[in-house]
């Protein structure tokens, strides 16, 4: 069996980016693990914080990973997009950047119903808003990039 190129070329990063996250959301990447991490850290850097701010700060960067996470997965799956089509052009198309973010919002959601059934961890549905924001985003930076460069 031999796998068409272009296909493997552009389909294969954001699948291995979808694993990634699938990875991450196992119970070592659980919030109680990483408090275990961020939380001493910020004792030490900063010894007169409040327990309470420093959670605040912990919640805040888990969830800019998940805006990070799915802004670069719905970036990936636009490129990928863009290649499937006979054109294969860069140029931006506002119906790949809609699929990408349907493709985004259906992988969050199957991710938080995955982290439903992993000890430790719980699906919930704010975390698929913010996973689809973070996939608006990507899709957002990438807009103004190609305008700014003059790509489309």
Do not use: N
């Not at 959670?55 to 990973?65: D, Q, S, V």
């Amino acid at each position: 069996m031999r796998i068409h190129r272009p296909w493997l070329k552009y389909w294969l990063p954001p699948l291995i980016w979808m694993v990634v996250i699938f990875s991450a959301s196992g119970d070592v990447a659980s919030a109680h693990h990483s408090s275990r991490l961020f939380e001493p850290l910020m004792h030490w850097l900063f010894p007169g914080l409040a327990q309470a701010r420093i959670e605040a700060l912990h919640f805040g960067l888990r969830k800019c990973a998940h805006l990070a996470e799915f802004g670069l997965l719905a970036m990936l799956l636009w490129q990928a997009l863009c290649h499937a089509t006979r054109s294969g052009t860069r140029q931006w198309h506002w119906p790949h950047a809609g699929w990408a973010l349907l493709l985004v919002a259906l992988y969050a959601a199957s991710d938080e119903i995955h982290q439903a059934f992993v000890p430790g961890r719980s699906g919930q549905v704010s975390d698929v808003i913010v996973d689809s924001i973070g996939g608006a985003i990507g899709l957002g930076v990438l807009w103004l990039a190609g305008k700014w460069g003059k790509r489309w």
